[in-house]
């Protein structure tokens, strides 16, 4: 089982940034990718962006070009950049990882709110 916790969410006016972090405990040698997705009111839940331990990425098209995923392994890590934020990216963000075999582990997710 992997464990994560997740830090870097709040409110932001639009066009402003934020940058989301998501630190792994746990089974985390087994870890094959990490990633965040985001759930609205009322809306499924969408895939954001996800990296593979070789760096093959994974963006939503709305959000390619203004958000980036990257990860610092030695801190088992992943980080969001948020640029450019629009009212529509406001939802719960959470960090997820998949390790080798396939299972999923989620964060309990943190609040983005793009408001003016």
């Known amino acids: 089982q992997v464990q994560l916790v997740e830090s870097g969410g709040g409110l932001v006016q639009p066009g402003g940034s934020l940058s989301l972090s998501c630190a792994a405990s746990?089974?985390?040698?087994?870890?094959?990718?990490m990633g965040w997705d985001r759930q609205a009111p009322g809306k499924q839940r969408e895939l954001v962006a996800r990296?593979?331990?070789?760096?093959?990425?994974t963006y939503l098209d709305s959000v390619k070009g203004r958000f980036t995923i990257s990860r610092d392994s030695a801190k088992n890590t992943v980080y969001l950049q948020m640029n450019s934020l629009e009212p529509e990216d406001t939802a719960i963000y959470y960090c997820?990882?998949?390790?080798?075999?396939?299972?999923?582990?989620w964060g309990q997710g943190t609040q983005v709110t793009v408001s003016s």
């Open positions: 997820n990882t998949v390790v080798y075999g396939g299972e999923t582990s």
């Open positions: 746990g089974r985390v040698f087994q870890i094959y990718a």
């Open positions: 990296i593979t331990r070789d760096d093959m990425t």
